[in-house]
Structures are given as structure tokens and as C-alpha cells.
């Protein structure tokens, strides 16, 4: 076992979107997801200007008397939602390796927590390494994925870096329902998502509840299934041909789609507010007016925007979303490499005191 183990990992944006389980607890999709794993240096555009990076350090020691949970300076009630996700994924692996000490886990998120920026997807993904490595455990990054999936869906797709794909699987135990890398970061370096907060507010409804709804109540759901496998062949085959074009246009539908089932919910969910529907009509007068998609909306479960674009078409967007009054902050990411190990000088614990630094 070793001492202290700190990791940086990031969020990912989905192109298409998992809304919806099959199975609660295993957590296994009704489809498959595709994603970009962000990179956590962005450029600040408007606003307080903000990185993407989850920050984790762990410590396992018999000399702890309890187990900590700190995220952002406070501790954390672990029977909270997002506290007992993180710690599912830990009691797995320290189980795994027959450990029986406390763990002190101190994590910092540079971004807007709650805010459809997937702090838990960071969150989980960067932990999972981190506890894995502390308890000296060897485990593939598809095992790792499939580990972190039981915490949180998305989390499993930020466990790599590039685009990845989440493969929905179709067996009841879920041992084929696990995170991949479709291409490296390097494949398309052009390829930005123009991240654009309007609120930072914490969601009314949680995606956990939120999509059991949709499922539940949704008669437009079962149509979803369908339009579903249309959107992925062809964001595939965007990705493939790097066609901004097609995958602009997919990427907004796709995002639309999911919406409208949540609208659709009883009692229906609305994450996009009138600022999120200023975006969209910025964006689809930008794109009529260039005569072809130059660039593309998608929407989580926030109202905040991922304007999917390259680097060429960046100002132009830019330029198009400034009149909108509602807009706090604007950055804008490029794709990244997934979780990182960084140096015992950058850990968040004080191993002496068995603290937060
Ligand atoms: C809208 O992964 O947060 O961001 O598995 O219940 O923890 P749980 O849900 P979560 O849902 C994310 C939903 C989404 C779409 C996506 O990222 O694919």
C-alpha cells in the first residue's frame, strides 16, 4: 500500500445522450453513449473564467478513526447522494484488495459544481484511480470504467481520455456494459466545445431521479429508442470523416431529443431556461446564415450550453452569442487526455496530521 495518491481528472460532454437505466442499481443504459473527454485548461472568453479539473487525494491509514469525505474545503455528510456514489466505488475496491483501513479523500473541482458541468463524472473518474493506486490494485481501464459506471453513468466515460463510447451491452449482470476510447484526443486537436454558462445554480431535479421519471411516465421515450440508433451511426460516421457539418447537426438533434422526452415526463422536467433557448436560436441563425452547420448545441441535464465547433469557426460563434444579456461565462475546451497521476507536492493531505492540507 502506498502513502498518499493524488489525480486529476476532467468532465466529459455527451453527443449522445444517456438518459434512462435498464437496470437502477447495476446501472446499466437504454442506450449507448458517445462523449468528449474534456481538457481541464480552458480560455476564458467572458465571465469569471474557470479550468475543468477534479483534484483527488487519498490516504488509507489504520491510524485514521473514521472514514473523511472532503470536497472543496467542506466535509462532507456521507449518507449525501453524491458523497455515497463516491463511496460505493471506494468500498468496492477496498474490498477488492482485503483492506480494512479508513480512507481520507480530499477533492477540489475548479468549475461550477451542479451546474450540468459533471462535477460527479469528474468526480468518480479521478477517484477511482486514485483509490485503485493507494490500495496498490492493478485494474484495467475497462474494469475501471465498469466500477465507476456503478456510481455514477457518465461517470464511466471520463475514465479515458479522447472520445469514448459507453456501450449500452445487453447482458443482466452488465459485464458488457463498459466505457472505451473510439480516438485518442489527438484525432481531431480542432474539435472545441464553447462552454457557456447562464446559470450556476444547483439542478431542481437530480439526472438520477429525472430519467427514472422520463422512463416511467415518457410515451415519447419508446420512440427515442429508435431515433437513438440513427444518431449514433452518424455521429460515428461524423467522427469517422471528421464532418463537423453532420456531427453539428446530429449533435442538436440528439440534445433536442432528449429534452423533449424530459418535457414530456410527468410532472415534466425543464433544465433549459429562456437563456439556454437564446443560445439555440443564436446558433441556428448562425448556422442558416453560414448555409451549412458550423456549429452545434447539446444541453445535460443544466440549462448552461457545449456549443460543439473547430477552432476556425470559434470567434464566429463567439461573436453570434453576444447579444444574449443572460450569459455569465463563456470558456472554451478542448479535448483531453483523461485522468492524471500528479507528484506527493501537488496532494491536497497532510500526511503528518492525517488532514486536509
Ligand atoms: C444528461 O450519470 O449523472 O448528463 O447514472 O443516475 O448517476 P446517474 O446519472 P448521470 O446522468 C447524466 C445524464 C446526462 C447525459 C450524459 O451525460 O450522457
Redesign the pocket.
Known sequence: MRGTVTYRGTP???L????G?RDDKL?L?CNS?I?LTLKGETTAVKGVPFNLYTKTSVLFSDKLAEDAFYINGKKQDLNDKDVA?RFYVINQLRERAGNKSHVLVVSENSFPTAS?L?S??SGIATLIYAVSRALGLNISEKELSMIA?Q?????C?SVMGGIVK?EKGTAPDGSDSFAHQLYPASYWPDLKDIIVIVSSAKKKV???AG??QTVKTSPLYESRQKVLDKHIASVGAALRDKDLSKLAETVMKESNN?HATMLDTTPPIM?MDDNSKAIVYAIEDLNKNEGRAVAGYT????ANAHIITIEGNKDKVINQLKGIEGIESIVVAGIGNGPELLGEDESLIDSQRLAPK
Request: a positive charge; zero cysteines.
Open positions: 466529459n460532454i455527451a449522445i445522450k444517456y438518459w437505466k446501472i443504459p453513449s462523449s456514489e450540468g459533471a460527479s463524472a459506471r456510481g455514477s453513468g457518465s461517470s466515460r459507453w437530480s439526472s438520477r430519467m427514472a432528449m433544465y444541453f445535460d441535464a443544466g
